[in-house]
């Protein structure tokens, strides 16, 4: 199966500030990456899709870039409400696969 | 609005079976394949299942091959998850998502997600 290696486990910043996420995937999944956003006590949103789309309503700071095994997720200018858990996942094989998940907290 | 209500968790003794419901409201359920995700307490997301919208082609992960089982009810609007033979392993909150509707693969990206129903499998 495809393992997403997330890094780093922990982003620890201050709103306004750029986040840069990454995920690495262990084998090409073209651009079937998809990331998530979660909350406490919440199911996972879904951000961004195949790589670089963004979901419904989901603000323009967010946005994704990458192929094959190298992908990231940006958030310029962070604001408080983006403090949360971020997920990349392929959905190019099965199993789908998830990565370990990105904390970004406030510093 | 689209609208994802699971049910059916609660504690099962390992090697018991439950069955988990999703009931969808506010779309056409019989257009959209629909997976199962779970989360373990404290970890992230793991895919469970996967079902297409005709119900014809369904998908498991490796850890539940053999054990559980999906299904979709299209008159009721309900996706099943029947589990049997649960092990300790298995607890986690369940979630129904539905796949985006740009997609009408199984594998398409997860656009809405119920609020989960918690399975929890102890003696």
């Known amino acids: 199966e495809i393992v997403l290696t997330q890094s780093p486990a922990v982003l620890s910043l201050s709103p306004g500030e750029t986040a840069t996420l990454s995920c690495r995937a262990s084998?090409?999944?073209?651009?079937?990456v998809v990331w998530y956003q979660q909350k406490p006590g919440q199911a996972p949103r879904l951000l961004i899709y195949?790589?670089?789309n963004r979901a419904t309503g989901v603000p323009a700071r967010f946005s994704g870039s990458g192929s094959q095994t190298g992908f990231a997720l940006t958030i310029s200018g962070l604001a408080t409400e983006d403090f949360a858990i971020y997920y990349c996942?392929?959905?190019?094989?099965?199993?789908?696969?998830f990565g370990g998940g990105t904390k970004v907290e406030l510093k | 609005e689209v609208q994802l209500l699971e049910s059916g968790g609660g504690l099962v003794q390992p090697g018991g079976s439950l069955r988990l419901s999703c009931v969808a409201s506010?779309?056409?359920?019989?257009?959209?394949?629909m997976n199962w995700v779970r989360q373990a307490p404290g970890k992230g997301p793991e895919w469970v299942s996967g079902?297409?919208?005709?119900?014809?082609?369904?998908y498991y992960a490796d850890s539940v091959k053999g054990r559980f089982a999906i299904s979709r009810d299209t008159s009721t609007n309900t996706l099943f998850l029947h589990m049997n033979n649960v092990r300790v392993g298995d607890t986690a909150v369940y979630y129904c998502?539905?796949?985006?509707?740009?997609?009408?693969?199984?594998?398409?990206?997860?656009?809405?997600w119920g609020q989960g129903t918690l399975v929890t499998v102890s003696s």
């Open positions: 998502a539905r796949v985006h509707s740009d997609y009408y693969q199984t594998n398409g990206p997860l656009e809405f």
């Open positions: 506010g779309f056409v359920f019989k257009n959209h394949a």
């Open positions: 079902i297409n919208n005709g119900a014809a082609n369904t």
């Open positions: 084998e090409t999944i073209g651009n079937n």
């Open positions: 195949d790589t670089s």
């Open positions: 996942q392929q959905r190019r094989f099965w199993p789908l696969t």
